[in-house]
C-alpha cells in the first residue's frame, strides 16, 4: 500500500507561482502513474497532470497548458507540480494520487491511493 503526503498550498496573489509536492511512501516501486487533482467547491474532482514514472512522461489538462508543469524526483519517491500564472479559478484542494496504467489517463477513477489533499488559494 502507499501513502501520498501532499505540501505546497498556501495563498498567493493572481499572477505568482507555487510549486506542490506530493511524498509517496510504503509500496512505491509499483506505482506506474502518479498525478495531481483538484476539487474546487461544489464541483467534480479534475485532473490537471500526470506522469509516468517510468520515463517522466507527462500529461496536462487542454486548459491549462502552458502553465503547469510536473516533475518527479525518483530517489526520493516524490513528484511535483509547479503552477505558472495563477488565477482566481484556480482555487481549489489539490490532490496527489497513484496507480493507474501508461498513457497515465487525467481520469481520477484510474487512480486508487489518494493523498488528504493541500489547498491552493489565489485572490484576485
Known amino acids: 500500500q502507499v501513502q501520498l503526503m501532499e505540501s505546497g498550498g498556501g495563498s498567493v496573489q493572481a499572477g505568482g507561482s507555487l510549486r506542490l509536492s506530493c511524498a509517496a511512501s510504503?509500496?512505491?516501486?509499483?506505482?506506474?502513474?502518479m498525478g495531481w487533482f483538484r476539487q474546487a467547491p461544489g464541483k467534480e474532482r479534475e485532473g490537471v497532470a500526470t506522469?509516468?514514472?517510468?520515463?517522466?512522461?507527462?500529461r496536462y489538462v487542454d486548459s491549462l497548458l502552458g502553465r503547469l508543469t510536473i516533475s518527479q524526483d525518483i530517489p526520493k519517491n516524490t513528484i511535483y507540480l509547479q503552477i505558472d500564472h495563477l488565477k482566481f479559478e484556480d482555487s481549489a484542494m489539490y490532490f496527489c494520487a497513484a496507480g493507474g496504467s501508461n498513457p497515465c489517463p487525467l481520469n481520477p477513477d484510474s487512480y486508487n491511493s489518494w493523498g488528504q489533499g493541500t489547498q491552493v488559494n489565489v485572490s484576485s
Open positions: 506522469i509516468w514514472t517510468g520515463r517522466g512522461n507527462a
Open positions: 510504503g509500496v512505491t516501486y509499483r506505482l506506474d502513474c
